[in-house]
T-cell receptor, first 111, second 114 residues
């Protein structure tokens, strides 16, 4: 089946630093989504990407849909302590198909 | 209402008992999904409801798991004869349109089977 790979499992950065997260697959996806999950909460949608090459920003967050349609990245600029959480990528590979989720990257921000 | 709501937020049950988990989707959303999230893992798809169509049950791990959606709104996920490996966070999501894009999640129900 479809799989999305996110690594490393954890990232530790200093407040104010930028951070980039990748999500890769051996299969083509038609939609890429990035979610953030905080403890005790459900995932919150950050950015949705629908077209290869698309670059979309949401505040300090920027995400891109890779040209090959097999990857996406999420950048967080000027990190702040509240950026802490688990960042999941998710992809859809066909109409009415299931969303496939990566295992997530846990981000820690040191003040 | 605001977002997707789920109840209970936490459930502790003894092995072998049945449990029911409830999800109230965002008003007007026609699609509803259930996922399971185990510690340190991504989200595992369980079941999907879209309007009046037959649900996609392909992710249910065993016949002990079932779900209903009444009146196209509230959904209940039932786990019969719970096992310890059923312990996880059960997340519900809804989306406005058919398909799986832009799903909005509830806070989840943390199920612990002792």
């Amino acid at each position: 089946g479809q799989q999305l790979n996110q690594s490393p499992q954890s990232m530790f950065i200093q407040e104010g630093e930028d951070v980039s997260m990748n999500c890769t697959s051996s299969s083509i996806f038609n939609t890429w989504l990035w979610y953030k999950q905080e403890p005790g909460e459900g995932p919150v949608l950050l950015i949705a990407l629908y077209k290869a090459g698309e670059l979309t920003s949401n505040g300090r967050l920027t995400a891109q849909f890779g040209i090959t349609r097999k990857d996406s990245f999420l950048n967080i600029s000027a990190s702040i302590p509240s950026d802490v959480g688990i960042y999941f990528c998710a992809g859809e590979y066909g109409a009415n198909s299931k969303l496939t989720f990566g295992k997530g990257i846990t981000l820690s921000v040191r003040p | 209402g605001a977002g997707v709501s789920q109840s209970p937020s936490n459930k502790v049950t003894e092995k072998g008992k049945d449990v029911e988990l409830r999800c109230d989707p965002i008003s007007g959303h026609t699609a509803l999904y259930w996922y399971r999230q185990s510690l340190g893992q991504g989200l595992e798809f369980l079941i999907y409801f879209q309007g009046n169509s037959a649900p996609d049950k392909s992710g249910l791990p065993s016949d002990r798991f079932s779900a209903e959606r009444t009146g196209g709104s509230v959904s209940t996920l039932t786990i019969q004869r719970t096992q310890q490996e059923d312990s996880a966070v059960y997340l519900c999501a809804s989306s406005q349109t058919a398909g799986f894009r832009e799903q909005y999640f509830g806070p989840g129900t943390r199920l612990t089977v002792t």
